[in-house]
Nanobody, 127 residues
Framework: VQLQASGGGLVQPGGSLRLSCAAA?????????IGWFRQAPGKEREGVLCISKSGGSRYYADSVKGRFTISRDNAKNTVYLQMNSLKPEDTAVYYC????????????????????WGKGTLVTVSS
């Protein structure tokens, strides 16, 4: 399974970015739980936002609540991470990942349950 994350870049504090995660043809993202994760320099990877297959369960890291949202466009087989009111502490490499094994939700949120990962896209928030 090939996942491609894109949309990263340099943005000023308070700005917005939208990251995209597209899957290779033949792999339908809306069949699975999907998550966005990030890793800042010198820090461990953390879950940012996750959405279950049905969309009924969603996880938001406390640090992004009210600022980040996740959405799916099934027609485009793409998942988006809309990031608003960005802060310097949001600077990190962002990854999208998929759980095709129907793992426990706690492991989805932690990333341990994700079995396919896209290459990261760098987000830098700086003036």
């Amino acid at each position: 399974v090939q996942l491609q994350a894109s949309g990263g870049g340099l943005v000023q504090p308070g700005g917005s970015l939208r990251l995209s995660c597209a899957a290779a043809s033949g792999f339908t993202l809306d069949y699975y739980a999907i998550g966005w994760f990030r890793q800042a320099p010198g820090k461990e990877r953390e879950g940012v936002l996750c959405i279950s297959k049905s969309g009924g369960s969603r996880y938001y890291a406390d640090s992004v609540k009210g600022r980040f949202t996740i959405s799916r466009d099934n027609a485009k087989n793409t998942v988006y991470l809309q990031m608003n009111s960005l802060k310097p502490e949001d600077t990190a490499v962002y990854y999208c990942a998929v759980d095709t094994r129907r793992s426990a939700w706690s492991t989805v949120v932690s990333g341990v349950g994700m079995d396919y990962w896209g290459k990261g896209t760098l987000v830098t928030v700086s003036s």
